[in-house]
């Protein structure tokens, strides 16, 4: 099947620092990926999308700035949240798919914690 | 506006009784439905989508475009089948991306 990692799970940082996630696919060459937030008892919230070699396109209310995504590799992107602030806790999600209209398999999160 | 309404944060059963997991979307054309569902303690997973038509772990789903609803529907609910379930929409040439509802948690009890 399709694996998608996350690195790493959990991470604790000082408000002010930046962190970065690491999504990785596995066994499959990922054109697509896509981060969401998830706060606690709630939904998913799509983030934005990135293309392999292109640009991420963020959703309407995300700043990008704040939150840097690269994608610069069939098998890895990353998010990199900078200049961290409380607020910015939250489990955050990646998934991965062979392109648009095809499935997307989710990663296992990564828990954010910002003191 | 492009929605998925899951109005039951919590659905408990009792083994054995039929469950009906409700969900209601809002998309002005003709979307792709999803059911993903997420174990305790495991990550995200798709349990079945509409264009499949299939049966899944006994689940099915109907698309009704009248009603504009995607109910999960199980007649025989297992105690492994506790778990939270999101109902998603894909809509035409949005390049994949995902609208996630708000999740029903459901709990199958002995």
């Known amino acids: 099947g399709a694996v998608v990692s996350q690195h790493p799970s959990r991470v604790i940082c000082k408000s002010g620092t930046s962190v970065k996630i690491e999504c990785r696919s596995l066994?499959?060459?990922?054109?697509?990926m896509f981060w969401y937030r998830q706060f606690p008892k709630q939904s998913l919230m799509l983030m934005a999308t990135s293309n392999e070699g292109s640009k991420a396109t963020y959703e309407q209310g995300v700043e990008k700035d704040k939150f840097l995504i690269n994608h610069a590799s069939l098998t890895l992107s990353t998010l990199t949240v900078t200049s961290a602030h409380p607020e910015d806790s939250s489990f955050y999600i990646c998934?991965?798919?062979?392109?648009?209209?095809?499935?997307?398999?989710f990663g296992p999160g990564t828990r954010l914690t910002v003191t | 506006a492009q929605r998925v309404t899951q109005p039951e944060k919590l659905l408990s059963v009792f083994k054995g009784a039929p469950v009906e997991l409700k969900c209601n979307y809002s998309y002005s054309g003709s979307p792709e439905l999803f059911w993903y569902v997420q174990y305790s303690r495991q990550r995200l997973q798709l349990l079945l989508r509409h264009i499949s038509r299939e049966s899944i772990k006994g689940f099915t789903a109907d698309l009704n475009k009248g009603e504009t609803s995607f109910h999960l529907k199980k007649p025989f609910a297992q105690e492994e089948d506790s778990a939270m379930y999101y109902c998603?929409?894909?809509?035409?040439?949005?390049?994949?991306?995902?609208?996630f509802g708000q999740g029903t948690e459901l709990s199958v009890k002995p």
């Open positions: 998934s991965a798919s062979r392109g648009q209209s095809y499935e997307q398999y």
């Open positions: 998603a929409l894909e809509g035409n040439n949005q390049g994949g991306k995902l609208i």
């Open positions: 066994d499959f060459q990922a054109t697509t």
